[in-house]
């Protein structure tokens, strides 16, 4: 008997109050360790490694996990701002669903992390760096979120709490950076993975699962100043889409652009950006060396929440737009033993099935309540075929906040090749990403493109029918190009209720009062 399969039937024996607890003393048998490590990353778009792309950036030990095992080279986040794309991560659910549509929005109360999850299982889940799902300030609470280890929780109100006043002003003061006096010891990227490597220390006999979320090179991309120096002279390749001016685009993109659709684009330069992501990579680095002393058998995931502009587009930053540069991500696994070394998969791989990939990983049906399913077969199997679609979305970014242009809602869709965004208050656009990876030429309203783009249509609007998106509406349907779309006051006239997973009750009919037969069914 394994031990999944032993807290199963002691629970239901009755021999423990949890799975917790039966599995702490009554289990004494050899079953195979299930142990996984997410590292997550910040601000890191697909082409800052430079294992998927050769830009003289410096990231050997990201390289080295690469080599190690599965690099993923389509994939993409959920929504292309922090919050909403941790959400997803750790929820399985899209922003829409899970209540954080920007910054500064809190989980929603019936909405479960993978941690808590699988801490109701029997496995040991900590999480150590940042959260930025409490639907506080940027820096969170300094309280551990249910289901993870009080005792590694370490966000950044943590990290500030420790400092004393004159170096809390200096961790926020991009000038620092320039500082020698300011090492690593004072980086919180550096006290994420020290209590990384004691979390590994102390539990590496055990189920464990270890997420490390560093906020660096995140601004104010502070690192120690050997790393900057490294990028003192250097200049980041630029795409041709950084010229580009914006023609046949959506407004709000060429608001967002204000002063820059006329100036000449300067060299893309920022040395204590890169030299953070560098240090940040040394830091991945001790991590994978403590995993290949203490748990060699683990499953190590990297991938970073969002990518940033540097300028593509005529853009900075990151917000209301589905342009790959913030939105496809580095996606990394190395599972030895399952996972085939040195192997670059092209197929579309989405945040949306980390939680479930990580359900079946330790044994566990994925939840009938996960808008993503699991990925665990497709990194035992790379090369096998993936998505069909990836969906990504924009509700705001942030609630705080009134800039980055406010309220602006988008929903997309990508099959690989094509990829359909609707913003639903200006224009949309349609690009070609076989011939025109730059994104450049918006397809909206091409002749010829007209069946991909109608049939991509259609699969978002049943993507937003299917996951209750609350935005959905006739209005996503009728748009200038496809005013032959039915319109109708009931939408697609039918009931989405949840099904259960064990943590709230079967839903109720409202028309009857009992136990609803199907969560979805035609409204009477």
Not at 8 to 26: V, Y
Request: proline share 6%.
């Amino acid at each position: 008997m394994d031990r999944r399969s032993f807290i199963k039937l002691a629970g239901a024996a009755g021999l423990a109050t949890s799975a917790e607890q039966a599995d702490s003393s009554a289990y004494k048998g050899k079953a195979e360790l299930r142990q996984a490590i997410v590292i997550l990353g910040e601000s890191v778009r697909y082409d800052m490694l430079n294992c998927n792309v050769k830009t003289g950036l410096h990231t050997p030990n990201l390289d080295r996990l690469a080599a190690q095992g599965a690099r993923f080279d389509r994939a993409y986040n959920c929504q292309p701002v922090c919050s909403p794309a941790r959400s997803s991560i750790w929820t399985g659910l899209y922003p829409h669903t899970n209540g954080v549509w920007g910054n500064s929005m809190p989980l929603g109360d019936t909405t479960h992390t993978v941690g808590q999850r699988l801490t109701d299982q029997g496995i040991h889940c900590a999480f150590i760096g940042k959260w930025h799902l409490s639907g506080v300030d940027y820096f969170d609470t300094g309280r551990p979120a249910s289901g993870w280890d009080k005792n590694y929780w370490y966000d950044m109100r943590d990290y500030l709490e420790e400092l004393s006043p004159s170096d809390r002003l200096r961790s926020r003061n991009p000038a620092t950076g320039d500082d020698p006096a300011w090492t690593a010891e004072h980086c919180y990227g550096h006290r994420c993975t020290q209590r990384a490597l004691g979390f590994l220390d102390k539990h590496q006999n055990e189920d464990f699962l270890l997420v490390v979320a560093y906020d660096e090179p995140h601004g104010p991309s502070l690192c120690p100043i050997e790393y900057s120096k490294m990028y003192e002279d250097y200049i980041f390749p630029s795409n041709a889409n950084v010229n580009d001016v914006l023609l046949h685009k959506p407004e709000e993109q060429r608001v967002w652009a204000d002063g820059r659709l006329t100036t000449s684009q300067p060299p893309i330069r920022d040395k204590h950006f890169f030299g953070s992501h560098t240090f940040i990579d040394h830091e991945i680095g001790r991590v994978l060396d403590k995993a290949e002393q203490r748990t060699p058998g683990a499953m190590l995931m990297y991938t970073s929440d969002h990518g940033v502009f540097l300028e593509s587009h005529r853009l900075t930053d990151k917000g209301p737009a589905m342009y790959d540069e913030i939105t496809r991500v580095p996606f990394l696994v190395k599972w030895t033993g399952h996972t085939p070394p040195n192997v670059a998969s092209s197929s579309l791989v989405s945040h949306i099935d980390i939680s479930g990939t990580l359900m079946e990983f330790f044994g566990f049906e994925v939840p009938k309540t996960l808008e993503g399913g699991s990925m665990l077969p497709l990194i035992k199997n790379p090369t096998a075929a993936g998505r069909s679609e990836v969906f990504i979305e924009w509700g705001r970014y942030e609630a705080d906040h009134d800039g980055f242009g406010a309220f602006q809602p988008i929903r997309c869709v990508f099959d690989g090749r094509y990829k359909l965004s609707i913003h639903l208050m200006t224009s949309d656009e349609l690009y070609d990403l076989e011939s025109d990876p730059s994104e450049l030429e918006n397809l909206i309203d091409s002749e010829n493109d007209l069946v991909s783009r109608n049939d991509l249509h259609d699969r978002l609007l049943n993507w937003m029918n299917v996951s209750r998106d609350p935005f959905r509406g006739y209005y996503w349907g009728r748009r200038p190009w496809r005013s032959d779309f039915p319109v109708s006051w009931q939408n697609s006239g039918m009931t989405r209720q949840r099904e259960a997973d064990g943590y709230l009750p079967r839903e109720l009919d409202y028309d009857t009062g009992m136990p609803m037969e199907a969560s979805t069914r035609p409204k009477s």
